[in-house]
């Protein structure tokens, strides 16, 4: 099985990394679309540009079986017009996990951060309303624009980020919250920040292996065999932190630049 992994940058990696615990036998090729990062800031329709772009040159370089939309913005903005317009190609997203957020939380309070994109765009909204239809929950959602350009930076550990977090975090930690949603696959890089500022045992939720599990499913009934070597070749459109990289995947990766 040939895979096609894409994010903005280093976010997706987090996903990949998930994905090298569970898929066997493939070959994954990942684009940090840097040159366009952040995602989350940008409008529906540019999203939706460098999403065709990236997956036509997946199909065209590698022929690729299956795509994975390693981004919650990009998900939000092009799964449903790129699901169209390859119904051959297996296409998983990303998307906030609201919905065991609600099912685990004790406190019914669940805090929901994620780029505005992603919180603006139809398929949040869908999702956030019909769920709260169905359970007595609080969600406290929070933008956080500027966090992922913190992260691409490096400025993981770092005190501007600890403030920007501080901020956002603040109404949550005073109401309870006791799980909170990953919804951008930027931030479990900041994960241990994030628990810091909250000082309480909290559940932190990113869908990372859920989306690995998937592929494991839809990969297999298309006769794929999770037996023999894994492969990771990594591609970014500008500038990226290959420290980072090397970091989240757990051993020394070569990152290549092309041009889409
Ligand atoms: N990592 C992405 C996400 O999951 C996008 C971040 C961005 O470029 O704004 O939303």
Redesign the pocket.
Known sequence: MKIGVF???L??LTVVQAMTQIIKGAKIFYIADTQH?????KTQEQILQYAFNITEYFLNTYEIDALIIA???ATSAAVKALRETYPELIIIG?EPGIKPAMEQTKTGKVGVL??PA?LQGDKYQQLANSLAMQKDVTLFEQACPGL?EQIEQGKIDHPQTQEMLEAWLHPMRENDVDTVVLG???YPLVADMIEKIMQRELNLIHTGEAIAKRLLVLGEEKGHKNEGELTLAIYSTDSIATHLVSGIIGKEVEVEAIVL
């Open positions: 994010d903005s940058g976010g997706g990062a952040p995602y989350g800031e981004c919650n913005t990303t994620a780029t992603t992922v951008c696959t930027h």
